[in-house]
């Protein structure tokens, strides 16, 4: 087992990376001096194959969980289910010592987290991701929240879990497309912090899509030290945690323009990524071999790197990108790069060189 530490000061916490940790859940959690009560909040994948044993975890442990099932797929996040969430932690009686376990991928960490946020004003919750992007991502860093028609993630909190509890075993369940999805918040780290990692990922792709448990442990660790220490120095996003979102401005406003659920989450950023790559050579003269190999890992990872639009398309793209959260003063600000490895925020771009690299 990997643990990395997020210093957050008395808000800091642990990511343990390894296999077997589901079973463990309930012991994990007795650690952390939680109340009796608790919520285990999943949707209806993840709960199938996890839901009965983390439930026996807890139990075994003198917890009294209640398992909460919401829909799978990105349309659970959003403020209906926010409240029927709420309605049943009240029914089942939860109070402030009481906590919350978020079991599933980043829909599932995302509304359980904003959930756990806003009840009585806050309790305490522990993140169980199931999925790679989940793991490597979502899980780590306390970004909660839900989604509006105008947008995604417009409505959230910045709200730390006590700890992240990263199991490789749920990997064998994934689906080879939610997998591959993950790999692009993997490939984004090495473009966007280490160029070794970069050049891992290269060396090591084959042993990735076949999942292996000791190349995966290894990675998954690495990526969560890289946000680990960004969130560490910029936790509320006032400045370097930006290039986090790095791709993230295109690929949200697919996700938003297409229709949740016609892209999957890392397949939207793999395209942005790609297209950000582009811009930065551009305007910050990435070199072109750069933008090869960044868009070369993408594509032998099976992920997609370019979408096509019509006219009526790329506007409903171009709008939807100009309601993201990190828009200030109705300017769409970009992530781009100098190298593989370093990037920097806060970029302006002008629109006709937005579609010239979509080509749209």
């Not at 959230?156 to 997998?179: H, I, N, S």
Request: hydrophobic fraction near 40%.
């Amino acid at each position: 087992m990997r643990i990395v530490q997020v210093h957050l000061g008395n808000r800091s916490y642990d990511i343990k990376v390894g296999t077997g940790l589901l079973p463990r859940i309930g012991t994990e959690c007795a650690r952390l001096k939680l109340g009796r009560r608790c919520a285990v909040i999943t949707d209806a994948t993840a709960g199938r194959h996890y839901a009965k044993a983390a439930l026996k975890s807890l139990a075994a442990s003198g917890f009294e969980p209640v398992l909460i099932t919401v829909p799978a797929g990105e349309k659970s996040k959003r403020m209906a289910m926010v409240e029927k969430c709420f309605d049943q932690l009240a029914a089942h009686r939860l109070e402030r010592s009481s906590f919350v376990v978020a079991l599933g991928g980043g829909v599932v960490g995302d509304l359980a987290g904003f959930v756990a946020s806003s009840y009585l004003r806050g309790i305490p919750f522990v993140q169980v991701p199931t999925t790679l992007l989940a793991q490597v991502d979502s899980s780590v860093g306390g970004k909660t929240g839900v989604n509006l028609k105008s947008g995604k993630n417009l409505v959230g909190a910045f709200y730390q879990p006590r700890l992240v509890l990263c199991d490789l075993d749920t990997f064998r369940t994934l689906p080879k497309r939610e997998y591959v999805s993950g790999l692009a918040e993997v490939i984004k780290y090495g473009i966007i912090y280490d160029t070794v990692l970069f050049a891992q990922l290269e060396r090591n792709l084959p042993k990735l899509l076949q999942r292996d448990p000791a190349t995966l442990r290894d990675v998954v660790a690495r990526c969560c030290e890289i946000k680990a220490d960004v969130v560490g120095q910029d936790e509320t996003e006032g400045g370097l945690r930006a290039i986090l979102n790095f791709g993230h401005t295109i690929g949200h406003a697919i996700e938003n323009s297409s229709g949740y659920g016609k892209y999957l989450h890392g397949e939207a950023i793999a395209i942005g990524q790609v297209a950000a790559a582009k811009l930065s050579h551009k305007v910050l003269g990435l070199p072109s071999a750069d933008v090869a190999r960044i868009e070369k890992l993408f594509v032998q990872s099976g992920l997609p790197v370019k979408i096509k639009l019509n006219g009526a398309q790329g506007k409903k793209l171009f709008a939807a990108m100009k309601l993201d959260k990190k828009v200030n003063s109705g300017e769409v600000k970009f992530v781009l790069a100098h190298k593989i490895g370093k990037v920097v925020w806060g970029q302006r771009v002008a629109e006709g060189m937005i579609r010239e690299v979509l080509d749209c």
